[in-house]
């Protein structure tokens, strides 16, 4: 049986099958509802409220008995007044008749700001793409030889091209009319000098590929110049995964549980990265099919989703790869629309949970040709990726840092995107705040109505760090109980919590709060970080860095300063702590415009050393002693002046 669903404010509505959740509904009929732990029911920030009633313009009477019970779960996270006013979490609401439900706005996915450049690097032009233009002798009653053998001699006599040159068959079956056509001069597009991937008449110049970096939440593309190495437009868009997990264990727990789950989630990523392609063909004036290859760099997880590869082993120990080799795939057979000859090449994976998007940081930054300095890289994400090492030795390590610093599991945390305070200073006297909204120019308070929703990842940071250094928050992450101001109170669940905006400055209608939770899951996820890259400091024999490099697009928004004091990494001169955008991305356009930059790749990832932190005995001690801030017992010799403030300030306000 099927019931009427209509989502308001956007309007859309449809048939749904009885039994499935609005969640699901959602889904089917294009809503995007937050979801943040993909459906498992632990995160409550897909809220809706259920509109009562008969609404004659839709002639459906919607109630709130047509839906399932009231969870215990919901009963977590709704307040008794949401209860009251027939809000429901949308993870957890079965349909069982016709609804009108309305999305929050604090509940509606938003247009994600993403960081799609990085920073100018030097980098050899040679593509695994050329184009060869060659005039033929017409074939004859003398001259047997068939025409592809007659282009590989031509070939080969004016390039040196290897006279066992391939042509695919597709391009086969329209060579002899090209060839013609173009009254036997012809331009051959030659891939990694081994095959014929497509034959045009005439002269034709235009060599164009693609470099995508496919992050669990957001998806960057960069349009090349093969020729000139140029980048002719960029485009980025969310992960169309993200309405079935925001986390990789999420997907991979959806493509268990639902049957043709991994080809729906597989599809869903080819769609995006074809929408991406034909934006930026657009862009140029050319044809996706002119497009002749693409890199592609993602975690492990994202790699074996976007290719079809069964991605269950990879949530269990001991988390093994279905390959970590490079891979080169025709575009036809993943269904990705440039030239159906094309290649799509992947980077290699270093270990389980590090995964190609680490390897184009690597053959980005280089840190394996650094003969002295000790170099760290940390890409924070979901699955927190660290490497150190220099040119005589690397090593690398994931950690499950959970999404928090990207907006999950924090109260009021959200995606980068508008309305997402990014910045926050607070007056360590009066504990006032100034902070700074996305899409606004302004500080608050130099505007009152500043349109904030909630916390991105670097206004998370910024507050929690600000907190300490102005004596609201202890060492410990816990609330000093003796502040006067009315900023700090006792929340619904009794704990103390820091107003960071009043409802009237937000487009919520609602206070935006920092509790004891978002600091406690702050400090989770910074030890993490923090534990990994000691782990691999011991390893290598090493009890300093001499640089910290922060990659990724959340590391380029985030204030190092402010990191450090978090203790998210190693102490390290504060000028030596730098943030070069999407590195990943950078390293997948290397990769396209430079073939032997994949020979490099692939010798790296064979010869970086992979470090299981997890199962170190003392584990569980060291990630104890990394929750207070920054440490609990490691010093920060660079942070010793504003450390010495702290608790100078931290004393007087508790006395």
């Avoid at 990265?273 to 050319?286: G, Q, R, S, Y």
């Avoid at 017992?633 to 100078?648: C, N, T, W």
């Amino acid at each position: 049986m099927e019931h009427t669903v209509i989502f308001q404010p956007s309007g859309r509505r449809g048939k749904v099958e009885e039994g499935k959740t609005l969640l699901q509904a959602s889904h089917e009929l294009g809503v995007d509802i937050e979801a943040v732990c993909g459906a498992a029911k632990v995160c409550g920030k897909c809220k809706v409220k259920i509109e009562e009633g008969y609404f004659e313009k839709f002639a459906i009477d919607s109630r709130m008995s047509n839906l399932s019970p009231l969870t215990e779960e919901e009963k977590d996270f709704l307040t008794q007044e949401e209860i009251n006013n027939s809000y429901r979490l949308a993870c957890a609401a079965e349909i069982k008749g016709d609804v009108l439900v309305f999305v929050p706005e604090e509940s509606r996915g938003a247009q994600q700001v993403v960081l799609e450049t990085g920073k100018e690097r030097v980098f050899n032009l040679n593509p695994a793409v050329k184009k060869y233009y060659v005039e033929l002798s017409p074939a004859t009653l003398e001259d047997h030889r068939g025409d592809f053998e007659r282009l590989r001699e031509a070939l080969h006599e004016k390039y040196e091209l290897p006279q066992n040159l391939r042509i695919d068959y597709f391009v086969l079956t329209k060579l002899p009319i090209i060839l013609r056509e173009g009254d036997w001069k012809v331009t051959a597009t030659v891939w990694n000098d081994q095959e014929i991937i497509m034959v045009e008449p005439g002269l034709a110049e235009g060599n164009y590929g693609v470099a995508i970096d496919i992050g669990t939440t957001t998806v960057a593309a960069y349009l090349m110049d093969l020729n000139s190495g140029q980048q002719l437009s960029k485009k980025s868009m969310m992960n169309p995964q993200v309405r079935y997990g925001e986390d990789v264990l999420s997907r991979i727990t959806y493509s268990m549980m639902n049957e043709g789950g991994l080809q729906r989630m597989h599809e869903a990523i080819i769609d995006g990265i074809n929408t991406l392609i034909a934006k930026m063909a657009e862009d140029v004036n050319i044809s996706m099919e002119q497009v002749q290859e693409v890199v592609l760099v993602f975690n492990t997880a994202m790699h074996h989703i976007a290719l079809n590869i069964e991605p269950k082993f990879m949530g269990r120990s001991p988390f093994a790869p279905a390959v970590k080799e490079s891979l080169d795939i025709k575009a036809r057979d993943l269904g990705i629309k440039i030239n159906p000859c094309g290649n799509i090449h992947v980077l290699p994976i270093e270990a389980g949970f590090v995964g190609a998007d680490n390897m184009g940081v690597m053959i980005a930054e280089e840190p394996y040709k650094q003969d002295k300095e000790i170099r760290m890289i940390i890409d924070i994400g979901t699955n927190g990726e660290i490497d150190l090492g220099n040119s005589k030795k690397m090593l690398c390590t994931s950690c499950a840092t959970g999404p928090a610093l990207e907006g999950a599991q924090i109260k009021f945390g959200m995606r980068a995107a508008p309305g997402a305070i990014e910045k926050v200073r607070i007056d360590p006297e009066t504990l006032e705040p100034r902070y700074k909204v996305i899409g606004k120019e302004e500080w608050y308070p130099d505007i009152k109505k500043t349109d904030a929703k909630g916390l991105c990842g670097s206004g998370i940071i910024d507050v929690i760090a600000e907190m300490f250094t102005a004596g609201i928050i202890n060492k410990s992450g816990r609330f000093n109980k003796n502040l006067n101001t009315p900023r700090i109170r006792r929340g619904e669940d009794g704990k103390y919590e820091y107003v960071l905006a009043w409802a009237e400055e937000t487009s919520i209608g609602k206070d935006i709060v920092v509790t004891q939770a978002d600091v406690r899951a702050v400090q989770l996820a910074k030890a993490a970080l923090y534990v990994g890259g000691k782990y691999l400091m011991e390893k290598l024999g090493v009890d300093k860095v001499d640089s910290v490099t922060l990659a990724g697009a959340f590391g380029s928004y985030i204030d190092t300063k402010r990191a450090m004091i978090l203790g998210m990494f190693p102490d390290c001169p504060l000028d030596k702590v730098v943030a070069v955008g999407n590195a990943a991305g950078d390293g997948a356009q290397i990769a396209l415009l430079d073939k032997d930059k994949r020979v490099e790749a692939n010798k790296v990832a064979r010869e970086v050393e992979f470090v299981e932190t997890a199962i170190e005995e003392d584990f569980q001690q060291r990630f104890a002693e990394a929750m207070p801030i920054p440490h609990g017992k490691d010093e920060f010799p660079h942070l010793q002046e504003i450390l010495k403030e702290v608790e100078e300030r931290t004393k007087k306000k508790a006395g």
